[in-house]
């Protein structure tokens, strides 16, 4: 099973809201991504947890917070969006161990407008 | 620094024919992967074929195939037999095997393919 969730799958929020976006994978990878991706072009990298610790921050700013409660869940929270910040939001997880580049899956993503 | 370059940002083929996607690199790493991801206009980022820089064979998955020339730098995706279901947008990637950012992904621009009836 090379199966990546993500809810929701659409999100609408003002300026001003707090909302979350979750991500679970049971393939027991210990690499987790978050990944925005605007209209036509590759997905830009955000965070990379490995093994639930914080391994790169692509200087995103503090209005997206990363977490990842255990080696299965990643969560993204937002606050204070701006309506550039509307793009779709992919996950993704990989197996992590040095000496081999493993694929990377992703979940189907949440589509976030910010109005 | 890695780069990956998509020359082509759209493509069209006939049905049942054979397209080849392009796709270079530059890189500094000796051992690193190279993928191809196909992202129809659903949104998901769905995983084809993967090719280690030291594999000595092209990487076939059905009927995707990876024309892997290491001198060249280049790993284009070649699909056969093109069905409608194939027109979407898709993305070569790589990843250093080890070293600092040995977990980052590094994408292509893209190619939109389009299969013509």
């Known amino acids: 099973d090379t199966e990546v969730t993500q809810t929701p799958k659409h999100l609408v929020m003002g300026m001003t809201n707090k909302k979350s976006l979750k991500c679970e994978q049971h393939m027991g990878h210990r690499a987790m991504y978050w990944y925005k991706q605007k209209a036509k072009k590759p997905p830009e990298l955000m965070f990379v947890?490995?093994?639930?610790?914080?391994?790169i921050n692509e200087s995103v700013p503090s209005r997206f917070s990363p977490e990842c409660p255990n080696s299965s869940l990643l969560n993204l929270h937002l606050h204070a969006l701006q309506p550039e910040d509307s793009a779709l939001y992919l996950c993704a997880s990989s197996q992590e161990k040095g000496g081999f580049a493993y694929e990377q899956y992703f979940g189907p993503g949440t589509r976030l407008t910010v109005t | 620094a890695q780069k990956i370059t998509q020359t082509q940002p759209g493509m069209f083929v006939q049905e049942k024919e054979a397209v080849t996607l392009d796709c270079t690199y530059d890189?500094?790493?000796?051992?690193?992967?190279l993928f191809w991801y196909k992202q129809p206009s659903s949104g998901e980022m769905i995983f084809l074929i993967y090719q280690g820089s030291y594999d000595e064979q092209n990487a076939t998955e059905g009927r995707y195939s990876l024309n892997f020339q290491k001198a060249r730098k280049s790993a284009n995706l070649v699909i056969s037999a093109s069905q409608l279901g194939d027109s979407a947008m898709y993305f070569c990637a790589m990843r250093p095997s080890r070293g600092y950012n040995f977990n980052k992904f590094y994408f292509g621009s893209g190619t939109k393919l389009n299969v013509k009836p």
């Open positions: 890189t500094s790493d000796q051992s690193y992967g």
């Open positions: 947890y490995s093994y639930e610790k914080l391994s």
